[in-house]
């Protein structure tokens, strides 16, 4: 249930197309669903624009497959982070169109493919070793109906292959860093715009990077004003961020 299902079941229901009984057997699951080892909120999409995301991570192939289906048979969009190939498997058992994203790590679904998708919003990653982070962003963002720019491999060991791409940068409604290592990219990109910032450290590197730790320190730490800081490879959540400003921009949060 969207914004949109939801206003035509009203209007439905005002004109008399739909009986209330049916409209109220229609709205009896709006607000979660009880499947026993989850409560599946389907009313998000309503509050945040979005559905429910499942993080797949720990919970077992069969109970990603239950929670898919069930925001599946609800939704157009669904959207699945840090799953493995046997929770795509599961949940493609029940859901068939269900898709996978390997290098992200994601499994999705996409019913609406051909919707408009918001530019203003650039992506640039420091390595190749940053792009499964990099790509879970990417995959957010086109669900939530935005068509994200990227630029890779652009790292401050080379920064003259990040120079050229300062026009896109200069021109982007919200930046995403996506940087293991030392993390230093994300105070670079700062100083060269006036979009906000949003970094993303990943626990690539070696042992006293800490898994991610000291680019997170770094960045939290940046010299360049306009720099937010997300979680240790969490791409989905600097998403769901980009997503929300972008949206306030080009079409007044809609």
């Not at 408009?116 to 420091?126: F, M, S």
């Not at 993303?200 to 360049?224: D, E, K, Q, R, W």
Request: aromatic fraction near 4%.
């Amino acid at each position: 249930m969207n914004q949109d299902t939801l206003r035509s079941l009203l209007e439905a229901v005002a004109g008399g197309r739909q009986d209330v009984d049916g409209a109220l057997a229609a709205l009896r699951s709006l607000p979660f669903e009880d499947v026993g080892f989850a409560t599946v909120d389907h009313h998000r999409s309503l509050r945040t624009g979005f559905p429910e995301v499942v993080y797949c991570e720990h919970k077992t192939p069969g109970q990603v497959a239950e929670i898919v289906a069930r925001l599946a048979a609800r939704h157009p969009r669904v959207l699945g982070t840090r799953a493995t190939l046997a929770h795509f498997a599961a949940a493609q058992e029940q859901t068939p169109d269900l898709q996978y994203h390997e290098l992200a790590r994601c499994l999705w679904l996409d019913r609406e493919p051909e919707r408009e998708r918001h530019p203003g919003i650039v992506l640039v990653a420091a390595g190749t070793s940053d792009l499964p982070v990099l790509e879970e962003v990417a995959l957010t963002l086109d669900l939530m109906g935005h068509h994200p720019q990227r630029i890779v491999d652009v790292g401050v060991a080379g920064i003259h292959r990040l120079l050229p791409h300062t026009p896109a940068i200069q021109q982007a409604n919200v930046v995403i860093t996506v940087a293991g290592m030392e993390g230093a990219l994300a105070s670079v990109v700062g100083g060269l715009t006036a979009a906000p910032v949003i970094a993303v450290p990943t626990s690539v590197g070696y042992g006293a990077s800490f898994g991610g730790l000291a680019a997170l320190l770094a960045m939290l730490n940046s010299c360049a004003s306009g720099v937010a800081v997300v979680n240790i490879d969490n791409g989905y959540g600097a998403a769901c961020m980009a997503a929300a400003i972008n949206a306030r921009i080009v079409d007044g949060g809609r």
